[in-house]
């Protein structure tokens, strides 16, 4: 990797977001819309279950994060697709590899930032929240390297399948995040789906993310070789994918 031609996809990132008032908006409307409402809820659940209404706050920051730190990635690749640029910027010189860093750069600045904000509203709503502040700082990184790691595979997918599959960009976080039990324990799924939940990027970084709200131990072991284990294997996956795409001719037909 070359790190001025990151850089370079950096400073460009930069540029289009600033411009881009709607990306703007988004990245930020609906993760500090999602806080201040259950912010509330945990505010009024205090007369009745305070633990409930920390577990729901708490769950929606890592959701929140977990979704601008996927979609900001993917969605600034479609953006290249759709203005027709993605091509222009392969035919630069800029490798698969860099491409793909560079986006997980921005996305992952973005969200941290994003992640901030958050936290603060919440600090705002249940200072009770800073007593597990550091375990969450934990968790949050786990979910950011997972969600990052989706973010690679998605644009694999994309690469490969075409553009009309864009939609992935900001639809297929959602069914990992159900398929990972956010609020409940996977045993409450049937058998089948309880399998597949055990193997999902989320599922253990939730487990402790309610184990830390309630007081329970919190053990980091399982969502730190989980999201490693999926940061891992989106690398060679992507790499094929993307090689493949080029070779079939879906990559010139893309951007």
Not at 114 to 133: C, H, K, Q
Not at 140 to 148: A, D, E, G, N, R
Not at 175 to 202: Q, Y
């Amino acid at each position: 990797m070359r790190p001025y031609k990151i850089v370079a996809m950096l400073y460009r990132d930069s540029l289009i977001i600033r411009r881009s008032k709607w990306r703007v908006f988004e990245i930020l409307y609906f993760p500090l819309t999602s806080v201040l409402v259950w912010g509330f809820f945990s505010v009024y659940s205090k007369t009745f279950s305070v633990e409930a209404g920390l577990v729901l706050l708490a769950i929606n920051i890592f959701w929140n994060f977990a979704y601008v730190g996927q979609s900001t990635a993917n969605l600034q690749m479609m953006e290249d697709i759709w203005s027709g640029s993605l091509k222009a910027i392969l035919l630069s010189g800029v490798t698969e590899v860099e491409y793909v860093v560079s986006r997980l750069v921005t996305a992952a600045v973005t969200s941290l930032a994003v992640l901030a904000l958050m936290i603060g509203i919440a600090l705002i709503f249940v200072p009770e929240f800073s007593d597990v502040l550091g375990s969450v700082v934990f968790l949050s990184l786990f979910t950011l390297v997972s969600s990052l790691a989706l973010a690679i595979i998605i644009t694999g997918m994309i690469v490969t399948l075409g553009k009309s599959y864009g939609f992935i960009a900001w639809t297929a976080l959602q069914a990992f995040i159900f398929l990972s039990a956010p609020f409940f324990p996977k045993e409450t799924f049937p058998w089948p789906v309880r399998v597949v939940s055990e193997f999902m990027p989320f599922t253990h970084i939730f487990e402790q993310a309610r184990y830390v709200v309630v007081g329970s131990p919190v053990f980091f072991g399982k969502p730190a070789l989980s999201s490693l284990a999926y940061f891992v294997v989106a690398w060679p996956l992507y790499i094929y994918l993307f090689r493949r795409a080029r070779k079939s001719g879906m990559l010139a037909k893309l951007g």
